[in-house]
């Protein structure tokens, strides 16, 4: 089956710097690879996606990149603010065949300091 | 607005109860459902996938007789932990597909279980 891994587990960075969080994964068969943000007691959100066939995608402050080659992924938040500490976890998923679950990273707890 | 209804939010009972947990998805139908178990500052563990009309699918390690789902209907999967210890205290989080490829899961409230 699929092996997530995902690095650092806990990062904190001032406020205005960039964080970057690093995922690799097992299964060539991957190819839809989601971001999700989840705050204390609170349900997942996806906050951003990218498939096999794309090597990059942003959206305001935040940008995915995907090197299917090596079979990793990165997230990275520029100009970080206080509401971006939350934990942050990748995740990857085939979407031919199966039932398409997704296995996700061991997360990455995210802290800004003002 | 929210895509998955998850019901209760939280749950406390005492060791030996059942509990029953629903997953409603609101805004389509969902021919896939999934049951994620995370534990505190831990991710999050596929339990099982849930198809309507057939038997679910369990992960290893995961006790069928143990998690009971049930999905009727392409609106409703529920999950039942049946004879619950302090052990199974956790969040208990449903996901929904649609039948489509290429769609994002999205994540009910989550459920808190904590078994006295």
């Known amino acids: 089956g699929e092996n997530v891994e995902q690095h650092p587990s806990t990062l904190s960075v001032q406020e205005g710097d960039s964080a970057v969080i690093k995922c690799t994964y097992s299964?060539?068969?991957?190819?839809?690879f989601p971001w999700y943000k989840q705050e204390l007691g609170k349900r997942p959100q996806l906050i951003i996606d990218?498939?096999?066939?794309?090597g990059e995608k942003k959206d305001q402050r935040i940008a995915v990149t995907l090197n299917k080659t090596a079979k990793h992924f990165s997230l990275h938040i520029t100009e970080t603010q206080p509401e971006d500490s939350a934990v942050y976890f990748c995740?990857?998923?085939?979407?031919?065949?199966?039932?398409?679950?997704?296995?996700f990273g061991t997360g990455t707890k995210l802290q800004v300091i003002p | 607005g929210a895509v998955v209804s998850q019901h209760p939010s939280w749950v406390i009972c005492k060791s030996g109860t059942s509990v029953k947990i629903e997953c409603r998805s609101l805004?389509?139908?969902?021919?896939?459902m999934f049951w994620y178990r995370q534990f505190p500052k831990q991710s999050l563990m596929l339990m099982a996938t849930?198809?309507?009309?057939?038997?679910?699918?369990?992960e290893q390690g995961v006790e069928k007789d143990k998690f009971l789902i049930n999905h009727a209907s392409l609106t409703l999967s529920t999950l039942t932990v049946t004879s619950a210890h302090p052990e199974d205290s956790s969040f208990y989080i449903c996901?929904?597909?649609?039948?489509?490829?290429?769609?994002?899961?999205?994540f009910g409230d989550g459920t808190r279980l904590s078994i006295l």
């Open positions: 996901s929904v597909r649609t039948g489509r490829i290429n769609q994002p899961q999205h």
């Open positions: 299964d060539s068969a991957s190819n839809y």
């Open positions: 990218i498939r096999s066939n794309v």
């Open positions: 995740a990857a998923r085939p979407d031919s065949g199966g039932y398409q679950k997704v296995t």
């Open positions: 805004d389509f139908q969902a021919t896939t």
């Open positions: 849930s198809n309507e009309g057939s038997k679910a699918t369990y």
